[in-house]
């Protein structure tokens, strides 16, 4: 059943990372529309009957796919997640006609190398934008950084390590720096402290072999909303401002939760 305001959808796909985050993919409606970078709305069936839970859930597929993809943890008790995280292929889910948010490539003064910044399952909009063959044009250098606890939950890595191999992305591909952060483990070849330490000691940049800068520096944050806080006023401190709507900056940030 589908309304003005929503369209109802299928599940196609369930890809489990670890006990509790998974990635589920959905039919697309033909008009739906979305910047990558952008959340759509999805709605499961609620408790009540006839009622729907609905959630912001940023899409980790490509505009062009046919398919739209998400990135999700299971919160312990939560109402959308535990119910979302039940659903198998087939079920339905509804997605909100309309897509929303800010973290996009578009709010950015003019730049050359594009850093995104993600925790967890925050990691989701930069896959999106990663898929979108204008960044890699426009951009000289792209950074990738992904924080996660466990070696197990580096999700994507497959997909981000990929797009040499891809016939498409390949002559762009050497312009992707990607660091990955595993806070909770010895990970040979990855970097053990938390984002924000990594960043105010200049460590993150040391490792990338690149630094910030504001000329050609564009940031993007997404996850933890303590991380992006607290990297948000680091780089403010440093001189990077925040992109508002009609006033296009250096920096773009989500929270997640
Ligand atoms: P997470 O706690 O966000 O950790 C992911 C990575 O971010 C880890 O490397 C972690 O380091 C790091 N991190 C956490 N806080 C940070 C901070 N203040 N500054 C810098 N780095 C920081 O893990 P997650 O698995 O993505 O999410 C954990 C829980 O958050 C979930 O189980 C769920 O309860 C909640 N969550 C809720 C939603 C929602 O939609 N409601 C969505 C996502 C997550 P450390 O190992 O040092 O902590």
């Given at each position: 059943m ?22 589920f ?17 999805l ?7 006839g009622?729907?839970v ?7 597929s ?37 897509s ?15 850093w ?9 909009p930069?896959?999106?934008i ?26 994507y890595?497959d ?5 040499d ?6 002559e ?8 990955r ?6 990970v040979?070849?990855t ?6 330490k990594?960043?105010a000691?200049g460590?993150l ?7 910030l800068?504001?000329?050609r520096?564009?940031?993007?944050l ?24 009609g006033d296009p ?9």
């Open positions: 589908s309304t003005d305001k929503y369209t109802t959808e299928r599940i196609t796909a369930v890809r489990p990372w670890t006990d509790n985050l998974f990635s993919r959905t039919t697309r409606d033909r008009g739906y529309r979305f910047v990558p970078g952008q959340f759509a709305r709605g499961v069936p609620g408790e009540a009957e009622s729907i609905w959630r912001a859930y940023s899409i980790a490509a505009a062009h796919d046919e398919h739209l993809e998400f990135f999700s943890v299971v919160v312990p008790g939560g109402q959308f997640t535990s119910r979302l995280a039940k659903l198998r292929e087939g079920d339905a889910i509804h997605v909100e006609r309309r929303y948010g800010f973290l996009t490539t578009d709010r950015f003064e003019a730049g050359r190398d594009l995104m910044l993600a925790t967890g399952t925050g990691l989701a930069f896959l999106s990663l898929h979108d063959f204008e960044t890699w044009e426009h951009y000289e250098n792209i950074v990738l950084v992904q924080s996660v606890r466990t070696q197990q939950e580096l999700a890595e997909v981000i390590r990929g797009f191999k891809s016939e498409y992305y390949a762009h591909a050497r312009k992707l720096r990607y660091a952060i595993v806070t909770r483990e010895p040979p070849g970097l053990r402290d938390r984002v924000t990594l960043l000691s460590v940049e040391e490792n990338l072999g690149m630094k800068d504001l000329d520096s564009r940031i993007m997404c996850g933890n909303p303590e991380m992006v806080e607290d990297s948000r006023k680091l780089l403010v401190e440093r001189g990077f401002r925040l992109s508002r709507r900056a250096h920096l773009a940030v989500e929270n997640y939760w």
